[in-house]
């Protein structure tokens, strides 16, 4: 059974490039979340979906963040335009009920 | 306002030396506190979930326990295979979000 499956697993870009991470959720599960996760600040979380609804997106940091879930099956977060200090190790993960299960991680290094 | 802690930070152990990672929560309407193993590289990893004061979960040399305040996870005779970034969470009632730790990096030497 396939887990959490995030691509790319890695992206290097320049400042002011736009920049899309992809997702895609265990099937069946109802739940997806998006963390970063940076030496700093640990895994904070950016947003969450219910049953492809955003519920909460108070964790985003700027406008310049955004996500969207069009089907059960995938989901994308974007940021445009993008800065150094978003460089950070992005994870999806999903839940059917209280137990979330990650992905692999997408590695961000903007130069 | 809800918060994790988890000490020490990091941890070095022999192999064959047991010891305690602790993790200290504040919360109000506590649903659940979860631990997870975190390799170099990769996503974390499910271990435990724990729903109330008094409640334990083994596995393999693993052994999770909870309080009204803290959890701990006991790891007995450890190798080094099980050298990782040891995660605590918790989630809130009325709320679908994990609050997470910084972690305890433990390293176990041959």
Known sequence: DAGVIQSPRHEVTEMGQEVTLRCKPISGHNSLFWYRQTMMRGLELLIYFNNNVPIDDSGMPEDRFSAKMPNASFSTLKIQPSEPRDSAVYFCASSWTYTQYFGPGTRLTVL | ?110
């Open chain 2, 1 to 110: 306002e809800d918060q994790v802690t988890q000490s020490p930070e990091a941890l070095r152990l022999q192999e064959g030396e047991s010891s305690s990672l602790n993790c200290s929560y504040t919360v109000s309407g506590l649903r659940g506190l979860f631990w997870y193993r975190q390799d170099p590289g990769k996503g974390p990893e499910f271990l435990f979930t724990l729903y109330s004061a008094g409640e334990e979960k083994e596995k393999e040399r693993l052994k999770a326990t909870l309080t009204k305040k803290e959890s701990f996870l006991h790891i007995t005779a450890p190798k080094p295979e099980d050298s990782a970034t040891y995660l605590c969470a918790v989630y809130r009632r009325n709320t679908d979000k994990l609050i997470f730790g910084t972690g305890t990096r433990l390293q176990v030497f041959p």
